[in-house]
């Protein structure tokens, strides 16, 4: 059994915000591999379905970003999970737009949500890391994560990049975790017109 974890913030205010892009990505997992609804438990709202043979769970945690720690924890606890078995998606601010790295164990980079899973679980466990670029300046990082994307980022990397992630994810079940970063960087960045700024 495998743990996917979105993370984001969960008021309806920041739905298409750019810190919630690791939120979309599960949903549309979720979508793509026909889950049942979600239910609240653990802190968070939390689905199981299969994709392939396996038995994947998706939590959403509620506890805000920062807090993100405390609902993981509950999960990984709850259903005597291995950390391996745990993956994290989320924004990165210091991969290009559309840009995706996935690695096993590592640091923070700054992300106050992987701070609080470190915390709580430690820092052994799969990163899905979504790019969502930088604003240049850090004074300026909070305002932008907490902006919606562009209108043109949702209707061209945002879908080739989830969509992509979404059809492939058995790819991380299978340990190809570099067979699913390729796929996506062809989705994103093959087409001219589908290039992120």
């Known amino acids: 059994m495998f743990l996917f974890v979105g993370l ?38 939390i689905s199981e379905g299969k994709i392939g043979r396996n038995t994947v769970r998706i939590l959403k945690p509620t ?6 720690g405390r609902s993981v924890k509950e ?14 998606f989320y924004d990165d601010l210091d991969l290009i737009p559309g840009k995706c790295r996935i ?3 590592g640091g923070s980079g700054g992300h106050n949500g992987l701070r609080s899973i470190s915390a709580h679980i430690g820092v052994d466990y ?16 909070l305002r932008y994560v907490l902006q919606d994307f ?7 990397w945002i879908p080739n990049l989830l969509n992509t992630l979404a059809d492939n994810a058995e ?21 001219k017109e589908n290039k992120p700024d």
């Open 103 to 105: 690695k096993y164990r």
């Open 63 to 68: 506890t805000y970003m920062n807090e993100s």
């Open 171 to 191: 790819l991380l079940l299978q340990n190809k975790e570099n067979t699913l970063m390729s796929k996506l960087a062809v989705s994103v960045f093959s087409e």
């Open 126 to 141: 799969w990163r899905v890391r979504l790019g969502i670029g930088h604003p240049g300046h850090k004074d300026k990082v």
């Open 150 to 156: 562009t209108k043109k980022e949702q209707s061209s």
């Open 8 to 45: 984001g913030n969960p008021e309806k205010k920041h739905i298409t915000n750019r810190h919630n892009i690791g939120f979309m990505a599960v949903d549309d997992i979720m979508g793509k591999h026909q889950f049942p609804p979600y239910r609240n438990r653990f802190q968070g709202f």
């Open 75 to 88: 999960a990984v606890k709850f259903f005597k999970l291995k950390n391996d078995k745990v993956f994290v």
